[in-house]
């Protein structure tokens, strides 16, 4: 059966996407059934020594084929945590494991995206770069309920006919007694100092709450890092690409005509997606990506002016792709989207 997109994700997609969106968050679903499964059994295993779970011989051969899919670097961080022995280590050793395992299957899917966004970009209420970076990450979220289980299942799996609680979703996640053990937030999994004798005490019930919605928010943050990079990155090139030739010497006089003009706001908000506009979409996408990381609300002005520009004139025509703007122009706003001094 396939995926069903959340109510609030399917409402805002053109319904012509719905399908292709779905398939890919079946894609995305898969991808974390499998990285929850693996490393929920072996983090069991590891903070339960005692019971020696059958289920972990079984999915060795899945663990060295997350590791494979988290890559190297990820590989050398696990076994460095397993390497210290602890509990809090080995929560830490598959909790970022199961991050890492996730990135590659989000970073398909940004891509993905990027291509249907741009394929259909008038359809869409914002500029295609964007577009697949926010929904991507809209994805990415409903997840993070399955990391509160994750959490709650590695350390202490519960009873569904006797601790269950349906009121809410925490309580479905918390039952009626649960209550978070230390080592969650002991390093190297978080600040506290390691104290093997007080690893398994219990917080309260509200502290608990407040680190499973921590841990699920990491989660997240985790593959938004790399979304946000790769979002960046097509932003460049796409401010970098040129204005396409204009071909037939008997429309000179119209392409003169269309150069001397300036554009209205009217007029750029509905060429936005064409390729002349490229340098548009590129400050827009500009614009939010300050305003998602720095919760402040820049404008063109600003751009201009830290450009070091006394008037907009030079920004406009640079950005319209004007025959008039100069290599300086370019270079210095160029520099701006790739440095992006306002988030600094």
Not at 55 to 74: N, S
Not at 187 to 213: C, G, H, I, N
Request: charged share 25%.
């Amino acid at each position: 059966m396939m995926y069903r997109l959340s109510e609030e994700i399917r409402t805002a997609l053109p319904a012509g996407l719905v399908p292709a969106v779905e398939a890919l968050s079946q894609t995305l679903d898969d991808a974390h059934f499998k990285c929850g499964k693996i490393t929920e059994v072996f983090c069991y295993a590891l903070l339960h020594p005692g019971e020696n779970p059958t289920d972990t011989e079984q999915y060795k051969l899945a663990l060295d084929q997350l590791k494979v899919i988290a890559g190297p670097a990820a590989t050398e961080a696990y076994h460095r945590s397993i390497r210290m022995g602890t509990a809090p280590a080995f929560f830490h050793a598959m909790e970022q494991l199961y991050i890492a395992g996730m990135i590659p299957q989000a970073v398909r899917v940004f891509h993905d995206l990027l291509a249907i966004g741009k394929a259909n970009a008038e359809q869409l209420s914002k500029p295609y770069i964007q577009w697949a970076h926010d929904l991507t990450m809209k994805l990415i979220e409903t997840y993070e309920i399955q990391v509160k289980l994750w959490i709650r299942a590695v350390c202490d799996p519960p009873d569904y006919s006797s601790d269950m609680d349906w009121s809410e979703p925490d309580e479905v996640i918390m039952g009626r007694t649960w209550c978070a053990p230390m080592l969650l937030v002991m390093k190297p999994s978080r600040y506290m100092p390691f104290d093997a004798a007080r690893q398994w005490e219990r917080v309260d019930r509200e502290t608990s709450k407040k680190w499973l919605k921590s841990f699920a928010e990491m989660f997240t943050i985790g593959i938004k890092i790399h979304i946000d990079r790769l979002a960046g990155e097509k932003t460049l090139e796409l401010a970098k690409q040129p204005k396409p030739a204009q071909n037939g010497a008997g429309n000179d006089g119209l392409r003169q005509e269309a150069v001397a003009r300036p554009l209205g706001a009217a007029a750029r908000a509905d060429n936005r997606h064409m390729p002349d506009n490229a340098r548009c979409e590129a400050v827009d996408a500009y614009i939010e990506e300050v305003y998602r990381q720095t919760g402040k609300r820049i404008t063109r002005t600003d751009i201009w002016k830290s450009a070091r520009y006394k008037s907009r004139t030079e920004f406009e025509r640079w950005q319209r792709c004007d025959a008039r703007a100069t290599s300086a122009a370019h270079e210095r706003f160029t520099r701006i989207l790739a440095e992006k001094p306002h988030l600094k």
